[in-house]
Nanobody
């Protein structure tokens, strides 16, 4: 069982920045594949960014060049640095872990981009 707890969401003006964190339980964090997903009202949940156990990253086209995913295996934590935020980035952001073929999800953190 893997438990994930997100933090760092909030209200930010367009053009601003936020850093999301996701703390994971377990002793095998270094081999988890980790990702951030988001879901806006009335829309399906979709991938924002992902990072493999080896550090390879993947991003949705809409966030390339603005968002950066990273991980600190010593702290069992994955981060999402979000810069140049836009109103369309407003959503609930969920942390995801894949471990031995199973998906685990956090409860999500709200990000609102508005002036």
């Amino acid at each position: 069982q893997v438990q994930l707890v997100e933090s760092g969401g909030g209200l930010v003006q367009p053009g601003g920045s936020l850093r999301l964190s996701c703390a994971a339980s377990g002793n095998s964090f270094s081999i988890y594949a980790m990702g951030w997903y988001r879901q806006a009202p009335g829309k399906q949940r979709g991938l924002v960014a992902a990072i493999t156990s080896g550090g390879r990253t993947n991003y949705a086209d809409s966030v390339k060049g603005r968002f950066t995913i990273s991980r600190d295996n010593a702290k069992n934590t994955v981060y999402l640095q979000m810069n140049s935020l836009k109103p369309e980035d407003t959503a609930v952001y969920y942390c995801n872990a894949v471990y031995i073929g199973k998906d685990y999800w956090g409860r999500g953190t709200q990000v609102t981009v508005s002036s």
